[in-house]
C-alpha cells in the first residue's frame, strides 16, 4: 500500500532532511566568505534547466559577503525611505557587496547613496537608482536581461539575484576586463560579458524579457527595441550630455506593440558611440 510505504519511509527521510539541512547551512557559511569556493554552488545551467523549485534555484548566484552588512542595512533603509518598499529588491540590495566593485580608494563611501567614480570618466550609480531600475524590470527566474554599460558589474551582480540570465555589455575594455574579473573572484558566475557598443544589444542573445541601459541615449537605440521580448520591459534614460535626462519605461505588448512612459529625470553618463568621435 502506497500510504503504509509512505509511514514507513518518514524517519528515514526525516533524517535525510536533517542531513541536507545541515549540508546547506555549511555551504551557506563557506559561501558567506570574501572568496566564496564556486565549486561549492551548483552550476548555473544546472540550476536554470531545473525551475521547478525557486529556493533552491535561487541559490546558484548568491554569493554571500559578511562584510559590512551593518552598512548595507544603512543603505537599504536609506532606500527604503525613498520609498521603494519592494522586498526582493531591497534584499537585493543587501545581499550585494558593493564595496568589492568600487576602486580602493572609494571603499569607505561605498554605501553612501550616490554615484561614485569608477575610472575612465564613469560611475557607478547611486544605489537607489539601481535598487529602482532594478524593480522597474520586473524580473522572474526565467527572465533573460540584457545590460548596457557594465562598468563596475554592480548592476549586473544585483540582477543575479532575480535571474541567472543575465547579458551585459561594455564599451570601455578594460572596464569590462576588470568586471570579467571581479565576477568571478566574487563567485558570479552566471553573467556574461561582452565588450562592444551595447547600442546594437546583443541579437544572438535576444529576444530580452528585461533591457537596463545604465548610460544616458540621445534616443531609444532601435535595436534594443527590437530585442525586447514580447511583454518586455526596457528601462532607458534619454537625454543629450548636457540636457535634463527623462527616465524612461519602455514596453512592448504581446502583439509587438512598443510604448514608452517618462518616469522622472535622471542624470547618468552618456552613451557612447564606437562611430561617433569622443571629445
Ligand atoms: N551599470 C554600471 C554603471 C555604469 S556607468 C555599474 O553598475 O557600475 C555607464 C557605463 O556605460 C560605463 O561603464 C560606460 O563605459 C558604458 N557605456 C557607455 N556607452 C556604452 C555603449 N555604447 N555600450 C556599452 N557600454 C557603454
Redesign the pocket.
Known sequence: MPRTTGYRLAPTALVTLILAAAVAGLIWLRTGGETPDPSLRPPAETSAAAPAQPEAQAQWTHPRSRERREDRRHMVDTIRGYGLQDEAVLQAMQGVPRHE?VPEDQRLRAYADSPLP?G?G????QPYM?AEMTRLLELDPESKVL??????????AVLTEFTPHVYT????EP?ATAARKRLKRLGYDTVRIRH????YGWPQHAPFDGIIV??AAGQIPPPLIEQLAPEGRMIIPVGGRFAVQSLMLVTKDREGTVRSRNLMSVR???????DVSED
Do not use: H, M, N
Not at 147 to 156: H, I, M, N, P, R
Not at 268 to 274: A, E
Open positions: 566593485f569608477i575612465y564613469q560611475t557607478i550609480s539601481v545590460e548596457v554599460g557594465t562598468g563596475s558589474a554592480y548592476q549586473a555589455v561594455e564599451i570601455i572596464l562592444g557598443d551595447g547600442y545604465t548610460c547618468f553618463v552618456p552613451l557612447r558611440r564606437t
